[in-house]
């Protein structure tokens, strides 16, 4: 059993820096995320995109903010469990929460706060018939390591931001490039849409418009792509790798069976304090759902302050947190 005063469920850029704010006041945390890494979303769909609106960074790399979160925080030793999903919270009598994982692994907590994001999001797949054969043999659903596509043959399928912007970038290491979209237009930046068009015309991308891969063929491992176009043709494309970028569907998965109030798949929170209908249970960052919420990371960013005062009063049985500014002593003396 892991003992703590907060535990956060999820690992993104929300729950890190509640680490830090809950550390400013001394609570020690314990983070749980179903991902094998931190970050959460900027890890897992867009580590190597800039990001504009961080106050005081004019631009980051996704995966840049979260290797300083993890910076930021590590004075305040946080604990992870990575890997596993919550499932399960229980009330104890005392007030406390026991929190248990798909592996079993249990973390008693005073507070509980759910940075959950999306949820345990799951791409979307397309509809082929022999996916499952191929998938972790040619077929990856998100970019992790874009330098394992160096000098492959890469099949990208999809229209949006994703499959827009790491085309953009793999034109630069793969031997051959294509990118199979449905559309005859692109429904992402149209900035990148224009990039991805004067590829095409550079001859350093093979795009097929109107089309679709409609199956998969190789031995054991993918080979090649078959893709139909809309009126029928069809090609058949070498393809070391095929990476359909649909989106990801967000599955609030355990979380709905919480107890929690919901709305439109998100946790509705008391707008002072983050606070869900659960008392001791706080909700930060996307998962959660307010008037005026917007789903930025700024946004997180002040909930897991406002939370962390409140989240003091139930690990310090009622004690009131007193502001203190981190440029007096730094954070050593917190
Ligand atoms: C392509 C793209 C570009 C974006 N660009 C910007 C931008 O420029 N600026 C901006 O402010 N925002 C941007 N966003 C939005 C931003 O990424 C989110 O607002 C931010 O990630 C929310 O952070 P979070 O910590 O709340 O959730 P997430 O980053 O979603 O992290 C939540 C974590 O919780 C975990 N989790 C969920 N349920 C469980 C469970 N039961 N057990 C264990 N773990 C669980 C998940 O695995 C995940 O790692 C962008 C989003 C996308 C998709």
């Known amino acids: 059993m892991i003992y703590t005063d907060l535990c956060i469920i999820g690992a993104g850029p929300v729950g890190l820096f509640a680490v830090f704010e809950a550390g400013l006041l001394k609570m020690r945390c314990h983070v749980m995320d179903v991902l094998p890494q931190i970050g959460g979303q900027l890890s897992e769909i867009y580590p190597k995109k800039p990001i504009y609106d961080i106050p005081g960074y004019p631009v980051v790399l996704a995966q840049e903010l979260v290797d300083n ?7 305040f030793n946080p604990t992870f469990t990575l890997g596993e999903r919550v499932e399960k919270i229980e009330r104890q009598e005392d007030g406390a929460f026991i929190l248990e994982t798909n592996e079993g692994t249990q973390c ?7 940075a959950g994001g999306l949820g345990c999001f799951e791409p979307r797949k397309p509809a082929l018939e022999n996916l499952d054969t191929y998938e972790g ?33 793999l034109a630069e290491l793969t031997e051959e490039l294509t990118l199979v979209h449905r559309g005859s237009s692109f429904r992402g930046a149209p900035d990148s849409a224009d990039k991805v068009m004067k590829l095409a015309e550079e001859g350093k991308l093979n795009l097929k418009l109107n089309s679709e891969v409609t199956a998969l063929n190789g031995n054991g491992v993918l080979k090649e792509c078959l893709i ?48 869900t209908n659960v008392e001791g249970v706080y909700a930060i960052g996307d998962i959660n759902q307010y008037p005026g919420k917007l789903k930025l990371i700024l946004s997180g960013f002040h909930e897991a302050a406002l939370m962390a005062q409140s989240a003091y009063r139930v690990v310090n049985g009622g004690k009131k947190a007193s502001l203190k500014y981190t440029t007096v002593n730094g954070i050593q003396s917190f």
């Open 69 to 75: 979160l993890a910076k930021q925080i590590a004075p």
């Open 137 to 169: 043999k040619g077929i990856d659903y998100m970019v992790r390591n874009p330098e394992k596509y160096t000098g492959k043959k890469v099949v990208v399928a999809g229209g949006g931001d994703s499959a827009l912007d790491w085309v953009i970038y």
């Open 228 to 275: 139909t176009n809309k009126e029928g043709k069809i090609e058949l494309v070498a393809s070391d790798y095929f990476i359909p970028l649909f989106g990801l569907s967000p599955k609030l998965g355990p979380i709905a069976d919480w107890k929690l109030n919901l709305d439109r798949n998100a946790i509705t929170v008391n707008v002072e304090d983050y606070a």
């Open 108 to 114: 008693h907590a005073k507070a509980v706060v759910i």
